[in-house]
């Protein structure tokens, strides 16, 4: 049963910096993604940013160097490093895996909610003024 466990979130200020993490247990692919989604309040869930088996990013351009996303294979762990946070990070987040799925350094060949088909339960980070 594949299980991701989403920890790490929490409150902070403006300019505050906040690392999520997710453990993974009993998933194993050698061809698949990892992903960090988010959803804001009454906001459809977005990708953030992602990772594919080799360790290759995608979207990571998108948020201007402040959210980094990292593995640690031997932990079964993904990382979301979040920098220079602003009130509209205010989000629940979630990691995310996806079969048949590579990173070119620009973006994933999955990114989209609905080509992930294991979710975690959620971390809620609140960004305030």
């Known amino acids: 049963q594949v299980q991701l466990a989403e920890s790490g979130g929490g409150s902070v200020e403006t300019g505050g910096s906040l690392r999520l993490s997710c453990v993974a247990s009993g998933y194993s692919c050698d061809n698949c993604c990892l992903g960090w989604f988010r959803q804001l309040p009454g906001k459809e869930r977005e990708g953030v940013v992602f990772?594919?088996?080799?360790?290759?990013?995608g979207n990571v351009d998108s948020w201007n160097g402040r959210f980094t996303i990292s593995q640690d294979n031997a932990k079964n762990t993904l990382y979301l490093q979040m920098n220079n946070l602003e009130p509209e990070d205010s989000a629940m987040y979630y990691c995310a895996a996806a079969d048949t799925c590579y990173c070119t350094g620009a973006y994933c060949t999955r990114q989209e909610r609905w080509e992930y088909k294991f979710w975690g339960q959620g971390t809620q980070v609140t960004v305030s003024s």
């Open positions: 990772i594919d088996t080799a360790g290759t990013t």
